[in-house]
């Protein structure tokens, strides 16, 4: 707890969703990367926002997450903050920020957390040298989130957008790496696309949230990348994803209606004009 966010309940931190798993309670993530979405995100109960390297595919037009840059994630993740009030506040390193040394990843990671206030990192991946970076991290003060199953920034030696963890020997793998970025201090994790009873088996395993998406019902959160689940994303239409508002019609409608009354005469109308 600490400062009180827009919607008047306490300020969320690692340490308190590990609580909110203990209690049973389930936890509500959402992606966003402006201004103005994070200060409507402030008025909800959302638990954690995070700023996602989807960016690369949502707001800047590529079709991977691999040429997003940590200064293009620094941008966005400060105009975030700037928005933002109550909900924790985490930040992918984007590709490339965190394969390359401890001293790297620990550099690039000061960045975010300086130069954003932000007050966590996602790392991708749950081999030998991520768990090395989580350590480092985490050892530095910096609140680090996992994230396992699809990971797109290995979406080339992963071969493409498909259910994880299907084969035993690979499901094995995802519990015990689960196990490990657990042990090297990470305070939650992202399972991402993983049939729901090995989602499920990973989140009874550890004493950390596990944070779904495409995983299941059965894991401890859920996050969805707030553009598709608005609705502003039409051609993206996995089996997951819930929209929960229609938004790109609402602002289609909008734009054509504005045109309509620009072209017809009838705005701007006299109350939205100044006399004298
Ligand atoms: O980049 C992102 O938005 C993510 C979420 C889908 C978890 O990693």
């Given at each position: 707890?600490?400062?009180?966010?827009?919607?008047?309940?306490?300020?969320?931190?690692?340490?308190?969703?590990?609580?909110?798993?203990?209690?049973?309670?389930?936890?509500?993530?959402?992606?966003?990367?402006?201004?103005?979405?994070?200060?409507?995100?402030?008025?909800?109960?959302?638990?954690?926002?995070?700023?996602?390297?989807?960016?690369?595919?949502?707001?800047?037009?590529?079709?991977?997450?691999?040429?997003?840059?940590?200064?293009?994630?620094?941008?966005?993740?400060?105009?975030?903050?700037?928005?933002?009030?109550?909900?924790?506040?985490?930040?992918?390193?984007?590709?490339?920020?965190?394969?390359?040394?401890?001293?790297?990843?620990?550099?690039?990671?000061?960045?975010?957390?300086?130069?954003?206030?932000?007050?966590?990192?996602?790392?991708?991946?749950?081999?030998?040298?991520?768990?090395?970076?989580?350590?480092?991290?985490?050892?530095?003060?910096?609140?680090?989130?996992?994230?396992?199953?699809?990971?797109?920034?290995?979406?080339?030696?992963?071969?493409?957008?498909?259910?994880?963890?299907?084969?035993?020997?690979?499901?094995?793998?995802?519990?015990?790496?689960?196990?490990?970025?657990?042990?090297?201090?990470?305070?939650?994790?992202?399972?991402?696309?993983?049939?729901?009873?090995?989602?499920?088996?990973?989140?009874?395993?550890?004493?950390?949230?596990?944070?779904?998406?495409?995983?299941?019902?059965?894991?401890?959160?859920?996050?969805?990348v707030?553009p598709d689940m608005?609705?502003?994303n039409?051609?993206?239409?996995?089996?997951?994803?819930?929209?929960?508002?229609?938004?790109?019609?609402?602002?289609?409608?909008?734009?054509?209606?504005?045109?309509?009354?620009?072209?017809?005469?009838?705005?701007?109308?006299?109350?939205?004009?100044?006399?004298?």
């Open positions: 707890m600490g400062d009180s966010g827009e919607s008047g309940r306490g300020r969320v931190t690692a340490g308190g969703l590990v609580a909110m798993k203990k209690r049973g309670e389930k936890i509500a993530v959402l992606t966003c990367y402006d201004y103005l979405f994070a200060r409507i995100l402030s008025e909800s109960e959302i638990d954690v926002v995070l700023v996602g390297d989807s960016l690369g595919q949502v707001v800047l037009g590529h079709d991977s997450t691999l040429p997003v840059t940590l200064d293009d994630m620094i941008h966005h993740a400060g105009a975030v903050r700037r928005g933002l009030r109550g909900p924790m506040l985490v930040v992918d390193m984007p590709f490339l920020s965190h394969q390359v040394s401890d001293e790297d990843a620990l550099r690039n990671a000061g960045r975010v957390m300086r130069e954003t206030g932000a007050e966590g990192v996602k790392l991708e991946g749950g081999g030998a040298s991520v768990r090395d970076r989580v350590r480092v991290l985490v050892g530095s003060g910096i609140p680090v989130m996992g994230h396992l199953g699809l990971t797109p920034q290995s979406i080339h030696g992963l071969g493409g957008y498909s259910v994880q963890g299907r084969e035993k020997e690979e499901a094995d793998r995802l519990l015990r790496e689960a196990a490990e970025l657990e042990a090297a201090g990470c305070f939650s994790i992202v399972l991402e696309l993983l049939p729901t009873a090995l989602a499920d088996e990973i989140t009874r395993s550890i004493g950390i949230p596990t944070i779904g998406i495409g995983a299941g019902p059965r894991c401890d959160g859920q996050v969805l707030l608005l609705g502003l039409p051609v993206f239409r996995p089996r997951f994803l819930r929209r929960f508002a229609e938004l790109g019609e609402a602002a289609r409608d909008g734009i054509a209606e504005y045109v309509r009354a620009v072209k017809a005469g009838e705005y701007p109308g006299a109350a939205e004009s100044y006399e004298g």
